[in-house]
């Protein structure tokens, strides 16, 4: 399947150049008797143009805090966020609200208005951008309910969805803008596994067709494993270690974490070559 230029993202940076930098980044936040908790602690991360880099972590890791700090919803106590060569951290507000439109986010609760239509919901960024006029809003909406295959629910509402037909309405109006970055907070954890494995392949069909570059938080390791090319484990707010998942033994894992992903990894290619040959046999 071809993508029409009218759904990729513009002025990407070319493929394999670093998209996202977050340097030395730190976030803290006030604790209710005093003190402060340090959530994310001087992090710094690249990722590459046409990655699905995963951020992994045991709840209250820090993870989710740090996907926040990439579109600035959570701004840094200290550091810098550079997307797409703009630094988030050195704009102002009207210039910022500009730069996130090239970053799109999907929630772990989907985050739908109940009271809109799948249209509407997936028209509502262009809308209060004021950019785009009604043919244009038109287009694009279409565009993006065909690719995530729900072009025939643009008249329906949220609370007639399947969980998993949520997150496709999400995705799509993440897509809205062409962003070049897509980011994913814990987008399956609310969803059973064959939905969970139906919208991972959605994922993979917006990164390798769309060229958007993708960030997901999980602690699940089958979704990691399924859709990442690169891992960042999160310990206590730090980046813990970072690897490729093709890797295989030439890099030691540190954590334990790391050590399960590995095991995980190799038992999904003996699986994936088992069936191959199965298949060849027939």
Known sequence: ?????????????????????????????????????????????????????????????GKSTLLRLFNLLERPDSGSITIDGQELTALGKKALRDARQNIGMIFQQFNLLQNASVFDNVAFPLRIHGSHDKAQIEERVRACLDLVELGDKADTYPAQLSGGQKQRVAIARALASKPAVLLCDEPTSALDAETTRSLLQTLKDVNQRLGVTI????????????????VAVIEDGAVAEEFALNDGDETPRKTALGRELLQYARAANASATSAAKEAAHV
């Open 1 to 61: 399947m071809t993508i029409p230029s009218k759904l990729r993202p513009q002025g990407a940076t070319p493929r394999g150049k670093a998209l996202i930098r977050i340097g030395a980044a730190s976030k803290s936040f006030a604790l209710p008797k005093g003190g402060r908790f340090d959530a994310v602690r001087n992090v710094t991360l690249e990722v590459n143009e046409g990655d699905i880099f995963g951020l992994m972590g045991k709840s209250g890791a």
């Open 215 to 230: 960030v997901i938080v999980s602690h699940e390791l089958d979704v990691l494993g399924a859709i990442c090319n690169r």
